[in-house]
Structures are given as structure tokens and as C-alpha cells.
């Protein structure tokens, strides 16, 4: 069986999910090492893979952003980014659009010669590569590696319509809906970036591979042979790459038999839901947790117009959620705040989750069945809220401009009805998984083939 090498970015949202593909692809056979900061060593060895270092942007995000050591420039974007949220969809979106090629393109020629250097080391058979690592997919194609590309967000991150760009989401909830002037600014700043990345892949291609035919677009290059999708396979999505094999992969959570609780967090959940109260997790991803003005509205709503009981992420905010008088005087028995916690095992006892509609949400709320109440902030987060609500998986709201009525209106809608879509749905998603993604991708990429 082959030898296969991740490279992921240094941020756990993408190294858990691809590093979870990875056990699978080791089940099957394969030998797999992850290729990450120092930081992801301990999650190459719960996943039971192989760890090499390998540093490929200097952002990271080991769990909780703002407690994540940064370089001084890195956590001025961060905070940047932060403030940003608090001005709405566009001003996110256009920071980010401005913060791209320090983010995602910083060093591509050190790169290229860090996976020149790791690919004479360990020789793999071929390398599965995290699609926003634009420097490694574009050292991939340079030094012409046999490699997969793992998509860890949206679908819509590969663009493959002339009028698609990365970072201009290509729908929109119904909370969200921009104006066309404000729409028109994004497009301005998205296409220059897409014209920028475009250069400079060319232009590094010509250095280092000349005889190779030219990028037509960087935010577009992926693996001639295979692209691996964490998303369900919707009617309404984006027509995959036209050359590789498309593999939706639906989610890429482990098997529920590992997704038990410890002992402390089923006794949270015992007395949560103690005299039948419904749960509701609350929860904002390892970035967006810093929002605790919009993290403490909602909580309050579900606790003081709903009869459920809470459990809130809070990061680093925890004192700034436990100031607040209402959440200070909500019983124990209703209420629990955490800086982490463990989402997928505690969505198997949840009956609505509140999130941010970051993919990894999106998809392991699908896999279990839970209907979500999306709050988007940036990124994805807006295509994906309204895939949600498309598919009949939730509803969503502004986080900027939601009230706390609003919310518990909306998360009493969730808990009165969650839908038989979403269960016929989640059936379909746990159907294929990280399991079924490993088979297929062993099918088609370098090595012995396996029998479907």
C-alpha cells in the first residue's frame, strides 16, 4: 500500500478533519504521516499517524485562536479581522481580501523548497494537500508530485465558473443579503487578488518549471487526479473541477464509537438535561469565539425565551460571559460555560446547535441530525448559512444585528420542528465519511488499487 504524507496548515479546524481522513486512509492500509507545525504532533498521534514537521504559513490556530503564540504581525491581522466582524459581512470579507496574500501566499519559494526537501526525505507515494496551502499546491505542480486536494471549506473555494472568485460567496442567506454597490466593491477586491496569485504562480512556475504548461488560475489549481470534498453532495453546488475525480467525502468526524464522553462531561450533560430539558450547544469556532458581545446575547436568549439548558464555548472569553448578571444567576442546572469543548461528542445529546457556519460545524451537525441556528461572521460561513437553509438543515441569522427575542423565537422554531430532512439527510451523509473518501481516493491515486 502506499506511503502517503498530509500537508495541512497549522490550524486545527483543518489538520482534525484531514488528520481523521488520514486514520482512515491507515485503516485501509496506507502508510500516512501529517506534515505539520511542532504544535500537531499530539494529533498525529491520537490519529495514530506518522508526525514530521513542516511549516507552511506562519498563521496557526492550535484550538483557540487568540491564545495561540503569534508573530506580531499575524495577531495584528488577527485582531484586525476581529474588529472587522463587528461591521458587518462586506467590511469582513474586504479585510480579509486585503490580509490574502500575507495570510496564504507568504513565502511561496521557501515553501517549495521545504516540500522539495521533505519529499527526498520521505518519498511518499503521493501527498494529500489541504487546498488553501496555496504555496504547497503550487510546489506540487512545480515539482510535478502526485497529489490529492483535501477541500476543507466550502466546495465554492475551488472556483470553476468564469464569474466565481475565491473569497466572493456565491449565495447568501436571507439574513445577509448585501447590496449590489456593496457586492460590486467585494468583486473589485476579489478579482485584483485572483489577477495577484495568478502572477505570482506564473511567474514562479516560470523559474522553476518552464516546461510546464501555464496556471490559468491560482485559486483554481488542485490536483489533476483527485479532489476530496468535506461536504455533503447537495443539488445546489458548484460544478466540481472538470478534470479530477470529485469525492465527497459528506464529513470527516471519527466513528461514533469513539465519540463517547468522559466522565466530567457526562455529568454535565446529565444535569443539563435532567427532567427532560432539551440541549442546546453554542458554539463559534477556535476564531470567532472572540466575540463574546454576540456569544452572551445568545446564550442569554436561549436561557430567558427558551426552556433549554446551555452549554456555551467561550475560548479565552469565559470572565467576559460569566460578568454578565443573567448568565451569573442562571441555575447550574441550565447553564454550563467552557473554554473548549468537545462539539462532536456532545452533538449526540443535543437538539440544536448555534454556530457560526464553519464547515466543520455545518458537517458534523449534518452527520448527527442536529439542526443549527447559523450566526456567519466571515469566510464560507455566508454560502454555507445558506446551504443550511436551502436543504432545510436550520435557519440563520445576523450575529451583528440579531436580538435576543429573535434568537429564541428561532431556536423555538428549531426545537418545535427540526425536520425529517435533516434526518433523511444525516442518514445520507453517514453513508460515506472519512472511511468511504479513504476507498475512493485509494482507487484512484498512485498504488495498488483496492476492490470496491
Known sequence: MPRVVLISPPFQSHAAPMSTLGAALREEGAEVTLACAPAFADLAARRGLDFTELTVTRNANTGVAERTSQAVSEAARLREFLEATREGAIPTLLTQARHRAADMLPDPEGVLESVRALDSRLKADWYLVDQLSYPVTLSMHCLELPYATFCPGHPSYIPTLPDAYFGLPRAWPKALRP??????ELLAAVSANDQAFTRSFRDIARRHAPHLPEVERAF??????????????????????????????GHCTPPPVEAGLDEKWQAVVTRLCSGGRPLVLIAFGTFLSARHDVLRTVTEAVLT????SVIAAAGDRVPELSRSPVLAAASPDRLHIADTVPQQQLLTHCAVMVHHGGNNSFTECT????????LPFSSDQFVIAH??????????LDPNNASPSAVGTTVNRLLASPGERIKSLAEAVLSTGPCHAARQLLNV????????
Not at 179 to 184: A, G, I, R, T
Not at 220 to 248: D, H, K, M, W
Not at 445 to 452: E, V
Open 367 to 374: 452527520a448527527y441530525g442536529v439542526p443549527s441556528l447559523v
Open 387 to 396: 446551504d443550511v437553509e436551502q436543504a432545510g438543515l436550520g435557519l440563520a
Open 445 to 452: 491515486m498512485p498504488g495498488r488499487p483496492l476492490i470496491s
Open 305 to 308: 425565551h427558551t426552556e433549554a
Open 179 to 184: 447590496s449590489p454597490e456593496d457586492l460590486d
Open 220 to 249: 483554481a489549481l488542485c490536483s489533476p487526479q483527485a479532489v476530496v470534498f468535506n461536504y455533503p453532495r447537495l443539488p445546489n453546488l458548484p460544478p466540481p473541477p472538470g478534470r479530477p475525480t470529485a469525492i465527497y467525502s
